[in-house]
């Protein structure tokens, strides 16, 4: 199944992608890692959905 990707989540740059990988390495904890993808969501106007698939690298990006 193919979801349409948001317009808040076409605007995050590779670069703040790279950012939230290597925070995601940093994380000690799952409390961590959620915390994480609540302050991704909040940031960016994400659903937890697209934030986990961000962190997870579940997204297909493209040029």
Known sequence: ?????SENLKS???GQVWE????????KTMGDFKALGREIRDRHGLTDREAIA???????IQA
């Open 1 to 5: 199944m193919k979801r349409e990707i």
């Open 12 to 14: 995050i740059t590779i």
């Open 20 to 27: 939230y990988q290597k925070q995601k390495q940093e994380a």
């Open 54 to 60: 961000l962190l997870s690298l579940e997204i297909n």
